[in-house]
């Protein structure tokens, strides 16, 4: 599995993107990038199942910050069936709510492109 990265003032977004069949086996991809990246300061995630199942999680950032620019840049890559999770380590400087949405969406979009080329 390729991995985007994403660098922000000392922190260290990774992307990864891969297309999944059903909440089943999203659940257990991102219980494999949790136990992988245990290190990690957040794993966070969106997904879409068709037009009207998704989901996105901030795993402990701000409401909105992760998960919400996340799907954002599934749903511009009109990407359907796919999970993309963002392991974020910190890097001692905070990011603010518009830095977080800029990097997340960004590393968002870096592993999205990995996953069609």
């Given at each position: 599995m390729d991995k985007a990265i994403y660098k922000?003032?000392?922190s260290k977004f990774l992307g990864f993107a891969e297309?999944?069949?059903?909440?089943?086996?999203?659940?257990?991809r991102?219980?494999?990038y949790k136990k992988k990246y245990h290190d990690a300061r957040h794993v966070c995630y969106a997904y879409r199942l068709g037009p009207d199942l998704w989901r996105t999680r901030?795993?402990?950032?701000?409401?909105?910050?992760?998960g919400v620019?996340?799907?954002r840049a599934i749903d511009a890559a009109?990407?359907?069936?796919?999970?993309?999770v963002v392991v974020r380590y910190f890097g001692g400087t905070?990011?603010?709510t518009g830095g977080l949405i800029v990097a997340y969406r960004e590393a968002a979009k870096l592993a999205l492109d990995?996953?069609?080329a």
């Amino acid at each position: 599995m390729d991995k985007a990265i994403y660098k922000s003032k000392g922190s260290k977004f990774l992307g990864f993107a891969e297309h999944v069949k059903d909440e089943e086996e999203v659940k257990a991809r991102v219980d494999f990038y949790k136990k992988k990246y245990h290190d990690a300061r957040h794993v966070c995630y969106a997904y879409r199942l068709g037009p009207d199942l998704w989901r996105t999680r901030d795993d402990g950032e701000p409401h909105g910050t992760a998960g919400v620019p996340i799907l954002r840049a599934i749903d511009a890559a009109k990407q359907d069936n796919i999970l993309v999770v963002v392991v974020r380590y910190f890097g001692g400087t905070l990011l603010g709510t518009g830095g977080l949405i800029v990097a997340y969406r960004e590393a968002a979009k870096l592993a999205l492109d990995l996953c069609r080329a």
